[in-house]
């Protein structure tokens, strides 16, 4: 089965750009999702099919998608953004969640 | 204003029955693929399985961690996608949410959740 890998945490100072990565064989050739989850809340789409972004999310936020790596980049980063990232794809008829990464913001 | 809210959680014993709903609103329920996604305590996000549109004759799928145990039924009359869990192992302890595939975005390599619902907590213990 399909596996996409995250890093489990990664910071970042506010105000500074953060970087998440989310690795796969081949990953470049599917469309990539972003899901943000603030502790105790359900998730919320924040990138769909690599980089766009749904309405209501802000411009800081950008996604790419090449190679074995897709990459969700957060600009400028606020308090309110420290939060769990998921990203998301689909593989042989199923839905495949990466592990997810815990954004500190310093 | 477009809301999926899940209900039907509690405690449970292993091998018991339980059923949760997801009441849709502000949307044509029909148009849409549905999914359930689950989160165990401390966990990442575990996709559960799908009901397709009116179109796609609502058929389902399922990880293969719940195939033969879990059913994802509709009820378009009252706006509500149920998931009916049975033989129930204590690893299936997790928030569920149920989520929404938007139009356009259910085919191969393009399969996404563009609103969520806020979730229901199932414990399987003795």
């Known amino acids: 089965s399909y596996e996409v890998i995250q890093p489990v945490s990664v910071s970042v100072a506010l105000g500074q750009t953060a970087s998440i990565t989310c690795e796969g064989n081949?990953?470049?050739?599917?469309?990539v999702h972003w899901n943000q989850q603030h502790s105790g809340q359900a998730p919320v789409l924040v990138m769909y099919?690599?980089?766009n972004r749904p309405s209501g999310i802000p411009e800081r936020f950008s996604g790419s998608n090449s190679g074995n790596t897709a990459t969700l980049t957060i600009s400028r980063a606020q308090a309110g953004d420290e939060a769990n990232y998921y990203c998301q794809v689909w593989d042989s008829g199923t839905v495949v969640f990466g592990g997810g990464t815990r954004l500190t913001v310093l | 204003e477009m809301q999926l809210v899940e209900s039907g959680g509690g405690l449970v014993q292993p091998g018991g029955s339980l059923r949760l709903s997801c009441a849709a609103s502000?949307?044509?329920?029909?148009?849409?693929?549905i999914d359930w996604v689950r989160q165990a305590p401390g966990k990442g996000l575990e996709w559960v399985g799908r009901t397709r549109n009116k179109a796609n004759g609502y058929t389902g799928e399922y990880a293969a961690s719940v195939k033969g145990r879990f059913t994802i039924s509709r009820d378009e009359s009252e706006n509500s996608v149920y998931l009916q869990m049975n033989s129930l192992k204590t690893e299936d302890t997790a928030i569920y949410y149920c989520t929404r595939v938007p139009v356009g975005a259910s085919g191969s390599n393009d399969y996404y959740f563009d609103y969520w619902g806020q979730g229901t907590l199932v414990s399987v213990s003795s």
């Open positions: 081949g990953i470049g050739g599917k469309n």
């Open positions: 099919r690599d980089s």
């Open positions: 502000g949307f044509t329920l029909s148009d849409h693929y």
